[in-house]
Nanobody, 121 residues
Framework: QVQLVESGGGLVQPGGSLRLSCEAS????????MGWYRQAPGKQRELVAVIRTGGSTNYADSVKGRFTISRDNAKNTVYLQMNSLKPEDTAVYYCNMRIRTGWGTTLDDYWGQGTQVTVSS
């Protein structure tokens, strides 16, 4: 069994910063891609940023230059540093990891429980 636990959300003023963390635990053989998604009220969940095993990254156009995704493989953890936050960044943020739980098993998607980020004055 695998669990992803997120932390770091909260209320911040426009222009402020937050750092989200997501740690995976349990029966983990290897982790492939790690990413962050968000879902605002009344909208579909959207990709924010992804980081692959080799370290390459992709970002949504709306966050490029403001958000940075990183990973610590020794800690099975992915981070999202969010700077210059805007009210439109308000959403529930979910981490996602593609994980193998044993040798030869398939890559399966696992999700965190979500953490609320609210940007408001």
């Amino acid at each position: 069994q695998v669990q992803l636990v997120e932390s770091g959300g909260g209320l911040v003023q426009p222009g402020g910063s937050l750092r989200l963390s997501c740690e995976a635990s349990g029966s983990i053989y290897s982790i492939n891609t790690m990413g962050w998604y968000r879902q605002a009220p009344g909208k579909q969940r959207e990709l924010v940023a992804v980081i692959r095993t080799g370290g390459s990254t992709n970002y949504a156009d709306s966050v490029k230059g403001r958000f940075t995704i990183s990973r610590d493989n020794a800690k099975n953890t992915v981070y999202l540093q969010m700077n210059s936050l805007k009210p439109e960044d308000t959403a529930v943020y979910y981490c996602n990891m593609r994980i193998r739980t044993g040798w030869g098993t398939t890559l399966d998607d696992y999700w965190g429980q979500g953490t609320q980020v609210t940007v408001s004055s």
